[in-house]
């Protein structure tokens, strides 16, 4: 006997979309088990595609009622769907485009559908129960929404904003000075913060010195410079009259001596092994409160020290780092690395030539065949005049992702554009010319996801990426 899993899983491969032979594979997986929480999840997505929002909701009770372990992620997408943020609708995102595209000719999915294959009549029981759960997912949903504190009818309302934010909002200074005196701007919840509500990369908090740092709410990276050119001169102006007044307040060091500059050299090589990107001559002389000569003359010193190098970042712009261990770690690395760099720019390169030269009926057959087939070698004997490469690139499903690497996808676990991330991983996935054998999966999962991380560190790369305009 079939599994409520097997059901399930023919119900997602039915293409073109029969909404008759979809919503039987569902039947019989509720006969087969009617505890299985995929089918109720996948029933309220699928009339939502189709936009019958009663059948969609009455689903999400019926999932809810499963167990209460559901009810934050029921909770949170109904509210996305009533803020209409609901994108990425899993597994049915091509169902969505493919109903879209036909929507003039079938104006509801039940033209598509014959009338006994509706759902059987509930007795007053069951109907009872449902405006129960109805009634409890109503005040759960208000409960959520009270934790959100009241914007202004005028505010832009924001998906991504839990209002943990609010409780960090910075007041504007005196002067207007937003940025001078360490305030921070966070883009997607639309305040200004300061930093008790930010952390660095790794997750821990930020303190008042921490550069690339991020929201506590949104988790979106802040912005600690203003975007208008005469304002970034006047905020460099402002920080360089600002270390002339502290450096004013300090002991000049004009003559060291040598317990002073042996304090200096240890001090120097704390701050700059601490940071293992390295750290810029002017920003170390402004910690060290020494002035360009001074500096110039502990310089030749901290030079001697065997790990500590002079670097330049491509803009003229000079920095001290210390090597220690990184010779046996780019030893192994470099190469990797660089073979990173060029796959990422490669892909974002194929990826903008082939944006604007999809055939889309072409994709609809190669997706049909391929969830028939399962495989793209046959694919490439069905269509004979096409490139190998061409027929890869009208093969957008999820389907052809080895199975750890397409649930890290599906969990946006490569980037938080549904798109892109689904682009990275079937790269990675052509990269070692994977077609549903064992070979090679954990290099393809690693391949992914080096590739995620390096766009995550070049923003103009990433932004070109997605498509999206300075």
Same mark, same amino acid.
């Given at each position: 006997?079939?599994?409520?899993?097997?059901?399930?899983?023919?119900?997602?491969?039915?293409?073109?979309?029969?909404?008759?032979?979809?919503?039987?594979?569902?039947?019989?997986?509720?006969?087969?088990?009617?505890?299985?929480?995929?089918?109720?999840?996948?029933?309220?997505?699928?009339?939502?595609?189709?936009?019958?929002?009663?059948?969609?909701?009455?689903?999400?009770?019926?999932?809810?009622?499963?167990?209460?372990?559901?009810?934050?992620?029921?909770?949170?997408?109904?509210?996305?769907?009533?803020?209409?943020?609901?994108?990425?609708?899993?597994?049915?995102?091509?169902?969505?485009?493919?109903?879209?595209?036909?929507?003039?000719?079938?104006?509801?999915?039940?033209?598509?559908?014959?009338?006994?294959?509706?759902?059987?009549?509930?007795?007053?029981?069951?109907?009872?129960?449902?405006?129960?759960?109805?009634?409890?997912?109503?005040?759960?949903?208000?409960?959520?929404?009270?934790?959100?504190?009241?914007?202004?009818?005028?505010?832009?309302?924001?998906?991504?904003?839990?209002?943990?934010?609010?409780?960090?909002?910075?007041?504007?200074?005196?002067?207007?000075?937003?940025?001078?005196?360490?305030?921070?701007?966070?883009?997607?919840?639309?305040?200004?913060?300061d930093f008790r509500g930010a952390h660095i990369k790794n997750g821990q908090p930020a303190t008042?010195?921490?550069?690339?740092?991020?929201?506590?709410?949104?988790?979106?990276?802040?912005?600690?410079?203003?975007?208008?050119?005469?304002?970034?001169?006047?905020?460099?102006?402002?920080?360089?009259?600002?270390?002339?007044?502290?450096?004013?307040?300090?002991?000049?060091?004009?003559?060291?001596?040598?317990?002073?500059?042996?304090?200096?050299?240890?001090?120097?090589?704390?701050?700059?092994?601490?940071?293992?990107?390295?750290?810029?001559?002017?920003?170390?002389?402004?910690?060290?409160?020494?002035?360009?000569?001074?500096? !110039?003359?502990?310089?030749?010193?901290?030079?001697? $020290?065997?790990?500590?190098?002079?670097? #330049? *970042?491509?803009?003229?712009? /000079? @920095?001290?780092?210390?090597?220690?261990?990184?010779?046996?770690?780019?030893?192994?690395?470099?190469?990797?690395?660089?073979?990173?760099?060029?796959?990422?720019?490669?892909?974002?390169?194929?990826h903008i030539h082939w944006k604007t030269n999809i055939n889309k009926k072409l994709k609809i057959?190669?997706?049909?065949?391929?969830q028939k087939h399962k495989s793209l070698s046959k694919i490439f004997e069905i269509y004979p005049?096409?490139?190998?490469?061409?027929?890869?690139?009208?093969?957008?499903?999820?389907?052809?992702?080895?199975?750890?690497?397409?649930?890290?996808?599906?969990?946006?676990?490569?980037?938080?554009?549904?798109?892109?991330?689904?682009?990275?991983?079937?790269?990675?996935?052509?990269?070692?010319?994977?077609?549903?054998?064992?070979?090679?999966? !954990?290099?393809?999962?690693?391949?992914?996801?080096? $590739?995620?991380?390096?766009?995550?560190? #070049? *923003?103009?790369?990433?932004? /070109? @990426?997605?498509?999206?305009?300075?």
């Amino acid at each position: 006997m079939m599994k409520a899993w097997d059901y399930v899983k023919k119900a997602r491969e039915v293409w073109p979309p029969n909404i008759k032979k979809i919503l039987k594979f569902y039947d019989d997986a509720i006969k087969s088990d009617s505890n299985y929480y995929l089918i109720y999840k996948d029933k309220a997505r699928l009339f939502y595609v189709l936009n019958d929002l009663e059948k969609s909701k009455e689903n999400y009770l019926l999932w809810k009622k499963l167990g209460n372990e559901w009810n934050e992620e029921i909770t949170k997408e109904m509210i996305l769907r009533e803020e209409k943020n609901f994108y990425r609708i899993h597994p049915w995102e091509n169902h969505r485009e493919y109903f879209e595209k036909n929507s003039k000719k079938n104006k509801n999915y039940a033209v598509l559908i014959s009338p006994d294959t509706n759902e059987p009549d509930k007795n007053d029981e069951t109907i009872q129960e449902i405006e129960k759960i109805k009634a409890e997912i109503k005040e759960l949903k208000k409960n959520v929404v009270d934790l959100t504190p009241t914007k202004k009818k005028t505010e832009k309302q924001n998906g991504t904003c839990k209002g943990i934010c609010k409780k960090f909002k910075a007041k504007r200074p005196p002067d207007g000075k937003r940025y001078e005196s360490g305030q921070m701007r966070c883009q997607i919840c639309e305040i200004y913060i300061d930093f008790r509500g930010a952390h660095i990369k790794n997750g821990q908090p930020a303190t008042e010195d921490s550069v690339g740092v991020y929201c506590n709410c949104c988790n979106y990276r802040l912005r600690q410079h203003p975007r208008n050119r005469i304002y970034k001169e006047k905020l460099r102006e402002s920080e360089s009259i600002e270390t002339e007044k502290r450096r004013e307040t300090q002991t000049p060091h004009q003559n060291f001596d040598v317990d002073k500059i042996n304090q200096l050299i240890s001090e120097s090589l704390e701050i700059i092994r601490k940071n293992s990107a390295g750290v810029y001559k002017k920003t170390l002389a402004d910690k060290l409160m020494l002035s360009k000569i001074e500096f !110039e003359k502990l310089l030749p010193k901290l030079l001697r $020290i065997e790990d500590i190098v002079e670097e #330049d *970042d491509g803009f003229s712009n /000079i @920095f001290l780092k210390s090597i220690e261990f990184r010779d046996s770690i780019q030893q192994r690395n470099t190469d990797e690395n660089l073979d990173i760099k060029n796959i990422t720019y490669k892909m974002v390169q194929d990826h903008i030539h082939w944006k604007t030269n999809i055939n889309k009926k072409l994709k609809i057959d190669c997706i049909k065949n391929y969830q028939k087939h399962k495989s793209l070698s046959k694919i490439f004997e069905i269509y004979p005049n096409y490139t190998k490469e061409k027929i890869k690139r009208h093969v957008v499903t999820d389907l052809r992702l080895p199975p750890k690497l397409k649930e890290i996808e599906n969990e946006g676990g490569l980037h938080h554009n549904p798109v892109c991330s689904l682009v990275i991983a079937l790269y990675a996935t052509d990269y070692f010319q994977w077609d549903k054998t064992r070979d090679n999966e !954990e290099e393809i999962i690693q391949t992914a996801q080096s $590739i995620s991380k390096y766009l995550q560190s #070049d *923003d103009e790369l990433n932004r /070109i @990426f997605q498509g999206k305009k300075r």
